[in-house]
């Protein structure tokens, strides 16, 4: 009786779901999937392989559909906002967009939960954890948004005072948002979007009792201590690094008058660059050598992470292989690399792969900076097709930062030690060595070095 039951509830949710018909087959995918159809508005992304594929024909090449895993969480988090108010623990969060700088929309990260939902927005605390729980964190959290100046966000009034109270909280916040109207119930079908809740515009927000963070306190109120040197000052108070993001995000660092919001995903690259610039300046320059080649690794979700760690003065690269199907790679037939480094004396101009570069230098900066060692970086990763949606940059910076603290192993000579890291990987050394401007320079004054000294 339970199995003919079980067979029409997936009967139904296959009608009510025309995108997602061919890959319903067992009640618990169908139940995931039961959601109100007219709270939950399909739409798909023009071009996108979704169009042709509904689903069910791996035309991405991904071994899940990404667009499926996150509709599961978004259906199950919309069906629990049927009003236009919302009462709920922000971790806390705030999310400010970037379309229409300087005019932007920005506002606080509340989840339809109460208690401790910090996990919600540490992604410290990620690395680990299975791929579809790390969707249903950033699919909880509902962004509430209204439209601020980045330069006079006094102008919004009551409602950016109150997002900015949340933002620099140290501890989760309850909070109620009421809405303009319900949130917004559309989802794209797309393979290559990250993970992200409802959203709607906000009338009103009220937060409750909130429980100040002390270093983060300080650092606002002094209206003389420019915004980087505040970002340094709480990192060195042990601050996490997506705290300090968000806080720089909120205009609350910087001299008075001075002070600007900033795009959530622009803050979490100037934190990235401005805490790895000042450690390998002050920090890692300077130091000794290590008098080894070291490698560290660690595999997470299909990505493979090596970091070659060799004696010298301070150098990084960057380097990233994305198998087709990936994210990056879509209709790609081989695999596509591409690298980003700098020398001793650092760039000028901002890295051609974007915040992941300044993510993995603020990994490999805080290693080096805690040995009190100075070393030349190669950081690789190989990306499959497992890895079937973007997750941040985060990924980057934490993934690096678990395989550091990890036992490497250590060699004599480059030549074993890249032997070791060829094994590590699928693709040959010979393509790792085409991309490497590095690795190029390395072998290449290894040679003359033997030819000089016989």
Same mark, same amino acid.
């Given at each position: 009786? /339970?199995? @003919?039951? #079980?067979?029409?509830?997936?009967?139904?949710? !296959?009608?009510?779901?025309?995108?997602? /018909?061919?890959? %319903?087959?067992?009640? $618990? $995918? $169908?139940?995931?999937?039961? &959601?109100d159809p007219e709270q939950v508005k399909i739409s798909v992304a023009q071009g996108s392989l979704c169009l042709a594929c509904r689903g069910g024909r791996a035309l991405c090449g991904k071994p899940r559909c990404p667009a499926l895993l996150r509709l599961r969480s978004y259906a199950a988090v919309r069906t629990r906002l049927d009003a236009t108010r919302l009462r709920g623990s922000s971790p806390p969060g705030v999310f400010v967009g970037r379309i229409g700088y300087p005019y932007v929309y920005a506002g606080p990260l509340v989840p339809p939960l109460v208690g401790d939902t910090s996990l919600l927005d540490a992604p410290e605390q990620w690395m680990g954890r299975p791929l579809d729980e790390i969707v249903d964190f950033r699919t909880r959290l509902v962004r509430g948004k +209204? @439209?601020?100046?980045? !330069?006079?966000?006094?102008e919004a009034g009551r409602l950016m005072d109150t997002t900015l109270d949340i933002a620099l909280s140290g501890a989760p916040v309850d909070a109620e948002v009421a809405f303009k109207k319900k949130p917004d119930g559309r989802f794209l079908f797309d393979d290559e979007l990250q993970p992200m809740g409802p959203s709607a515009l906000v009338r009103s927000i009220e937060a409750g009792s909130l429980r100040a963070d002390h270093r983060v306190e300080r650092a606002c109120g002094d209206t003389d201590l420019r915004a980087e040197d505040a970002v340094v000052e709480l990192y060195g108070d042990e601050v996490p690094v997506s705290k300090i993001q968000r806080v720089f995000s909120v205009g609350a660092l910087g001299v008075k008058g001075q002070r600007r919001i900033v795009p959530t995903r622009w803050s979490i690259t100037a934190v990235d660059s401005t805490l790895s610039r000042r450690l390998v300046e002050d920090r890692v320059k300077g130091n000794p050598l290590i008098n080894e080649y070291r490698v560290h690794e660690v595999r997470y979700l299909d990505n493979r992470f090596v970091v070659l760690l060799a004696p010298g003065s301070w150098r990084y690269e960057w380097i990233e292989a994305w198998y087709p199907g990936t994210a990056w790679n879509p209709g790609g037939r081989g695999v596509a690399m591409c690298g980003d480094s700098e020398g001793y004396r650092g760039r000028t101009n901002y890295s051609v792969l974007g915040g992941c570069y300044y993510a993995v230098r603020l990994a490999a900066a805080e290693h080096l900076a805690a040995e009190g060692r100075q070393a030349g970086v190669l950081a690789l990763r190989e990306i499959h097709p497992g890895f079937i949606t973007p997750l941040g940059v985060w990924i980057n910076r934490e993934a690096v930062r678990d395989a550091l603290r990890r036992d490497g192993r250590r060699f004599d000579a480059l030549g074993e030690a890249?032997? &070791?890291?060829?094994?590590? +990987? =699928? %693709? #040959?050394l010979g393509e790792w060595l085409k991309t490497s401007a590095l690795l190029? =320079?390395?072998l290449h004054q290894e040679r003359l070095t033997r030819y000089l000294h016989p």
């Open positions: 009786m /339970e199995l @003919r039951l #079980g067979k029409k509830f997936v009967k139904k949710v !296959k009608r009510q779901v025309p995108w997602v /018909e061919h890959v %319903i087959d067992d009640v $618990a $995918a $169908a139940r995931d999937l039961n &959601y +209204f @439209r601020v100046n980045v !330069k006079r966000p006094s890249l032997e &070791y890291v060829a094994s590590r +990987f =699928e %693709i #040959g190029d =320079e390395a």
